[in-house]
C-alpha cells in the first residue's frame, strides 16, 4: 500500500461525503475526470524565453481494496453454494460465455458456439489462446472433466443439479447412468459438444454460471486438493490468478497475463478482506482504506442508511433475489402446515423495509422475484395478515394436540452473526410474540458454523434467501424439487416435482411460465419459507472507480474495471 495515495483518496472521499455526491451505477459507464490536485502556476522571470514544464501527472494506482465480508466455503467452482465464494470465482475463472455488461450471455472460452435446429445440441469451439494462469492450454477436456466431477456424487457438490439439463447428468448423479453416459463430450481438444435432456432457452447463461466452469484437469488429476490453498497448483482461467490466501483474514488477486482477454482488464490487483462487521466497513471506505462497503457481499450499516441517502450516497438497484426464513419441518411445531402459514402471516414486511433493512426492497409475498414473475408484485398472499395467522396457529395447534401457546415447542430464531440479521431477527421475533404470543429465543453463529447446522437441518426457523444464478423461474423453484442440494427444509411433494418436469418439456412459453405459477402456488400456500422482501443490491464506493459490472441477479465483475 502507498501511504501518499491512502490519503489521497481518503480526502476525496470525505469531500464527496461533504459535497452530498451522488455515486451511480449509470456514472459506472460514463466517462468523468477523476479529481486532481490543482498546480498554482507562477509567471516565468521576464527574462525566461519559455514557460516551466508543467509537472507530469500520475496515473492512478489499479489497485481494488474491498471487503469480501467472511472466509469463503470453497474455491472450487464445483463445490461453491455462495456468494462469498462466487464473489472470488467469478473473478479468477471464466466459462464458456461470460455475461455482459448489458446482462447477455457472449461467447467467452468458447469464441464459436453453434446449436441444433430442436435445440438439443449444443457445439462449442474454444478459443485458441485460452490459457491457464500456468500457461497450460484451456482445452475441451477441463470442461468435460469438471463437469463429471460435480456429478459425482461422492464429492459433495450442492449444485449438481445445475447440470442436470444436460442429457443422463441427473442419472449418472443418482447411479443410475455411467459417467460415459452424460451428454458432455471432447470432441477433440478444443471442441466440445453438449446434449441436452430438454430444449433449454437459457442454457447459454447457464454455461457462464460457475458451476459450468472447467478445471485444469491435469492439475486436479496430480493434486486433488489443488482449491484449498494459493500456489502454483492453483490454476485458474479467468482476468485475475489468486496470489494469496490468508484464511480468514484476507486474499489478494492479481492480473492474469494469461488470460485470453488481458488487454481488456486495467487492475493490476484486487485485495479482498475479511471483516465481519459493516460499521467498520463503512469507517474503513471513509478514510479511503477501502474502495467499496456493501452488496454483493455485505450489508451496509442500517444505522447509516439514511444519512446515505440524504447524501446522496445510497446506490440501490433491484436484484432478483428474495430473503427469506426457513422453516425446518421436521421439527415440532413446523410440521404442521397452518402453524407455517400463521408465523408466515404474523409479519409485518412493509415495516421492516420501511424501518428496518430501507435498501428500497420490495414487500415479497409470493418466492420467485417480479423481474421473472411481474404477478409477483402483489403476491399470492396478503402482508401482516394478524387475525388470519391467529386462525391459523389455533387449526394447527388443535390438530397437533397443543392445548395453548404456551404448550408450544420452545421456539429458536438461528441468524448468522451481523448487524442487519440482528435487527431483522429482533424485529420478527417482537413481531411473533405480539401477534402470536408465542415466545421466541434468538440464536447466531459466524456464517461459516451457521451455515453447516442449517445444512445438517440443526435449526428451528433460520434466516436465508435465494439469489438466482440465472434469469428463470426455474431457478428459485427446482431448489425445493427433492430435499437434496439446496433444499434444507426437508419439505418436499410430488405434485409439485411433477409441475416441475412438466415444465421443462414445455416449448410454449406462455404455458410454460403458466405451469412455473402454479408449482410456486403449492410452495407458498405449503410456507416450508417465509418470504420477507425481494432484494436490493446496496452499496457505497470511491467515486473515482469506474467501470464495475453488476447484473441483475446481483453478481459483481471487475473484469473492465478502473480507476480513473
Known amino acids: 500500500m502507498i501511504p501518499s495515495k491512502k490519503r489521497w483518496i481518503g480526502r476525496a472521499w470525505k469531500a464527496v461525503l461533504a459535497a452530498g455526491l451522488s455515486v451511480s451505477l449509470a456514472a459506472c459507464a460514463q466517462n468523468q475526470e477523476a479529481a486532481k490536485p490543482s498546480v498554482q502556476n507562477h509567471p516565468a522571470p521576464a527574462a525566461q524565453s519559455t514557460p516551466a514544464p508543467a509537472p507530469e501527472s500520475k496515473e492512478p494506482e489499479q489497485v481494488l481494496r474491498l471487503n469480501n465480508f467472511t472466509e469463503p466455503l470453497s474455491l472450487h467452482p464445483g463445490l461453491i453454494t455462495d456468494v462469498w465464494s462466487s464473489n472470488v470465482i467469478f473473478q479468477t475463472f471464466e466459462g464458456l460465455t461470460r455475461i455482459d455488461k448489458n446482462g447477455v450471455p457472449q461467447p467467452a472460452i468458447a469464441d464459436a458456439i453453434t446449436a441444433s435446429d430442436d435445440l438439443l445440441t449444443y457445439t462449442f469451439k474454444l478459443r485458441d489462446n485460452a490459457k491457464w494462469s500456468n500457461g497450460d492450454p484451456v482445452t475441451a477436456q477441463d470442461f468435460e472433466s469438471a463437469w463429471k466431477w460435480t456429478l459425482d456424487a461422492k464429492n459433495g457438490s450442492e449444485y449438481a443439479y445445475q447440470l442436470f439439463y444436460v442429457k443422463n447428468a441427473e442419472a449418472a448423479f443418482n447411479g443410475k447412468a455411467k459417467p460415459e453416459e452424460i451428454g458432455v463430450k471432447a470432441q477433440d481438444d478444443k471442441t466440445l459438444v453438449v446434449q441436452l435432456e430438454n430444449p433449454t432457452p437459457f442454457f447459454l447463461e447457464l454455461t457462464a454460471f460457475y458451476t459450468y466452469f472447467p478445471v485444469n484437469a491435469k492439475v486436479m488429476k496430480e493434486h486433488p486438493d489443488w482449491a484449498k ?121 412493509k415495516d421492516l423495509v420501511d424501518n428496518v433493512t430501507q435498501g428500497g426492497e420490495l414487500v415479497a409475498t409470493a418466492v420467485v422475484p417480479p423481474t421473472m414473475f411481474a404477478e409477483n408484485e402483489q403476491g399470492l398472499f396478503k402482508d401482516n395478515d394478524v387475525e388470519n395467522a391467529k386462525q391459523l396457529l389455533a387449526e394447527g395447534m388443535q390438530e397437533e394436540g397443543y392445548a395453548s401457546v404456551d404448550k408450544l415447542p420452545p421456539i429458536t430464531l438461528s441468524y448468522n452473526t451481523e448487524e442487519a440479521q440482528a435487527k431483522i431477527a429482533q424485529a420478527v421475533q417482537d413481531m411473533w410474540q405480539k401477534n402470536l404470543g408465542v415466545h421466541v429465543k434468538l440464536e447466531n453463529q459466524e456464517w461459516n458454523v451457521y451455515y453447516e447446522n442449517v445444512k445438517n437441518g440443526k435449526y428451528q426457523v433460520a434466516r436465508m434467501g435465494w439469489t438466482g444464478d440465472f434469469n428463470d423461474p426455474i431457478n428459485f423453484l427446482e431448489i425445493f424439487r427433492t430435499k437434496d442440494g439446496n433444499n434444507h427444509t426437508n419439505w418436499e411433494k410430488k405434485e409439485f416435482a411433477d409441475l416441475l418436469a412438466a415444465s421443462s418439456k414445455e416449448k410454449d412459453a406462455a404455458k410454460r411460465k403458466e405451469i412455473l405459477r402454479d408449482a410456486e402456488k403449492i410452495l407458498v400456500d405449503e410456507m416450508p419459507v417465509i418470504p420477507f422482501y425481494f432484494k436490493s443490491t446496496v452499496y457505497a464506493k470511491n467515486p473515482n472507480l469506474k467501470d464495475v459490472v453488476i447484473s441483475g441477479l446481483g453478481n459483481v465483475q471487475y473484469k473492465w474495471a478502473k480507476f480513473e
Open 229 to 349: 490453498e494459493a500456489g502454483p497448483n492453483y490454476t485458474t482461467n479467468g482476468p485475475f490468478k489468486l496470489a494469496s490466501w490468508e484464511h480468514k483474514t484476507k486474499l489478494v488477486l492479481e492480473k492474469n497475463e494469461n488470460y485470453w482477454d488481458a488487454g481488456s482488464v486495467k487492475l493490476t490487483k484486487i485485495e479482498m478482506n475479511m471483516i465481519n462487521d459493516a460499521n467498520t466497513e463503512l469507517s474503513m471506505l471513509e478514510n479511503g482504506d477501502l474502495d467499496w462497503a456493501g452488496a454483493p457481499t455485505g450489508n451496509l450499516p442500517l444505522d447509516a442508511m439514511q444519512s446515505l441517502k440524504e447524501k446522496g450516497l445510497l446506490e440501490i438497484t433491484p436484484k432478483a433475489g428474495t430473503y427469506w426464513y426457513e422453516f425446518n419441518t421436521l421439527q415440532k411445531p413446523f410440521n404442521n402446515k397452518k402453524i407455517r402459514q400463521a408465523f408466515a402471516y404474523a409479519i409485518n414486511r
